[in-house]
């Protein structure tokens, strides 16, 4: 089973007097944008604790089902250098149904469908590594993306369309990014928890 990246693994659920408590929902919402920074936070954690401590949070999700948190406590360093206190869930591994990564470019988009002419395609088992391939075509049909954040549900479940680190709503909102060389993540998880579907598409500038 692979790491999960950075972008399923976080969210800051509250934030009060410089202490963070982080759940795993598989689910960011607006708060994509701190992720980076909360994972680089959170290793810097790992490193300076020396007694591993735990508290355990439970929730419904919106069938009513409980669901137990695992949550480690960890100490880590804002954006200014002052420490904080994170609670982060232990449970971030999820289980990956598929990951697909490319090099390329949107080259056109229509009735919220993203063209993306691949380039490079990612070499399985790898993170970085490469192959040159002959050019083709992937369609991608944002209507079928579920991606809108429900901030009223208990447990949110939801896909995320995300480019340089900020989720969009819809294929045309990426209109002013046709022709920009760009790499692709395609991935489709399950829930760590709930074991519900969510799929990823995330562009990232080179």
Known sequence: MKKRTIINIII??????????IAKFDAVGKLYERMKQQATQNKTAKKENTKREFIYETILDNDGKEIVLKLEKLIGEDENGNKVVVYSDTNNEG??????GY?????????????????????EGTSAGYNNVKNYELVFDINTYKLEFDPYAKYPIFDFLIYDEKMYHAADELRG??????????????????????????????
């Open 95 to 100: 289980i990956v149904i598929y990951q697909n």
């Open 12 to 21: 800051l659920v509250v934030f009060i007097t410089g202490v963070f408590f």
């Open 177 to 206: 990014f046709i022709g920009e060389y760009v790499r692709l993540d395609e991935s489709c998880f399950k829930d760590g928890h709930t074991y519900k579907e969510y799929k990823e598409l995330v562009f990232y500038i080179n």
């Open 103 to 123: 090099k390329g470019k949107i080259t056109g988009i229509e009735d919220n469908k993203i063209y993306f002419e691949v380039d490079l395609e990612l070499i």
